[in-house]
């Protein structure tokens, strides 16, 4: 099964490189919450619908499978997210997001298993999954005992699948959409995140989101196996874990990934 969708040629810097960009869908302000809701509901109901029985194999459908470095927590997982992305499209009639939920990232599944490995990082507090995507993070935060776990992402099919996928390990999650990364993360008391240093862009938003998070008190653990954008030089590695490919990653540019939090500069 593709757990990565990039293919071999892209590496691990450029996710769907080769394919088109495609940006973010910028809702109307009236009505946000209930066209986001309204849109989730639709996208829950079409995943429900894709998933396939153990026993039959499809390339454009999702499956319920074990995490491979993570085999405490099931996904429903594209078989391969390049072709499922194809077929959403070709279904939609337009151009849709990348479905970033459909795989289980490298750093995702580092820090999900370094919360199960270390529960007293995450246990009885308030815990934020930022950029969700699966919700691989959040549920394991869940597992370990978090108090209430948010998990956040800014498209539709994402908390779609955030919710599915929590109800197939049976705990709670509160998704929340939007772009968070103007503010420090609430009354979060740890902000997890996975694979977020992707672009340049993005890496500096997200660093000084973290940042702020971190000068509020909270705790911050993010998950990254080398990507070309992570501030190494802002971060510090708590944790690294050396992956069998045969076992962990359909990408063999993969097979070393950290976490890390970041360094107080002030």
């Not at 309204?38 to 894709?50: F, M, Q, V």
């Not at 660093?207 to 971190?214: D, I, P, Q, T, W």
């Not at 070393?256 to 107080?264: A, F, N, S």
Request: proline share 7%.
């Amino acid at each position: 099964m593709t757990l990565s969708p990039p293919p071999v040629s892209c590496g691990i810097d450029r996710p769907y490189a080769g394919l088109r960009r495609v940006g973010r869908t910028n809702w109307p302000a009236v009505g946000h919450a209930w066209r986001v809701t309204s849109r989730t509901r639709r996208a829950l109901a079409d995943l429900e619908r894709k998933v396939l029985p153990p026993d039959i194999a499809a390339l454009d459908q999702l499956r319920l499978v074990q995490v491979p470095f993570v085999p405490e927590v099931r996904l429903h997982l594209a078989e391969d997210a390049i072709v499922w992305w194809a077929r959403m499209e070709a279904e939609a009639g337009a151009v849709l997001e990348p479905p970033f939920w459909a795989s289980a990232w490298a750093g995702g599944q580092a820090v999900a298993r370094y919360v199960l490995d270390h529960p007293q990082v995450a246990a009885g507090r308030r815990v934020l999954d930022l950029a969700s995507g699966s919700g691989l993070v959040a549920i394991a935060a869940s597992k370990a005992g978090a108090a209430a776990v948010t998990a956040n992402d800014i498209d539709p099919y994402a908390l779609a699948a955030i919710a599915l996928n929590a109800n197939a390990n049976g705990v709670t999650v509160t998704s929340s959409y939007g772009d968070l990364l103007d503010g420090s993360g609430g009354d979060a008391e740890l902000v997890l995140a996975g694979d977020v240093f992707y672009s340049r862009s993005m890496a500096e938003r997200i660093l000084a989101f973290l940042e702020r998070v971190v000068a509020r008190g909270a705790r911050v653990l993010v998950g990254d196996p080398g990507r070309g954008h992570l501030p190494t030089d802002r971060l510090d590695v708590v944790a690294s874990y050396q992956v069998p490919m045969a076992d962990a990653f359909a990408d063999p540019d993969i097979n070393h990934i950290d976490v890390l939090q970041p360094r107080l500069t002030f």
